[in-house]
């Protein structure tokens, strides 16, 4: 249990954010990089998040921020 615990505190993480206007094709490019395939997708309500080990300590967490809410985050970020 300890051994598990060190070793997750080697493992490299990094969050990337994927913003743009609705049907931009962020969710097909998250599931093109996740599932290696594409699929027929829905608008995104909100955002999901998807986790992909790029290397043995390395992982990449997606977050894809659906197209309405990646303009009020824009729009907000302009004050
Ligand atoms: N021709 C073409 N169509 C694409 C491509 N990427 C996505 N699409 C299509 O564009 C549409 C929208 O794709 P999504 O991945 O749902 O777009 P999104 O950016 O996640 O949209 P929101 O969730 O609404 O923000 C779908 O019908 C996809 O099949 C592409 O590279 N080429
Ligand atoms: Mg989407």
Redo the contacts with the bound molecule.
Sequence with gaps: MGLQNAKASWVKRTNIV?L????????????RLRYKD?F??????GFNVDMIEAGKDFTLTFW???????STLKELSAF
Excluded: E, W
């Design positions: 994927m743009g206007l609705d049907s931009a094709g962020k969710s097909t490019l998250l599931y594409v027929l997708t829905l608008p995104t309500i894809d921020v659906g197209g309405f809410l990646s």
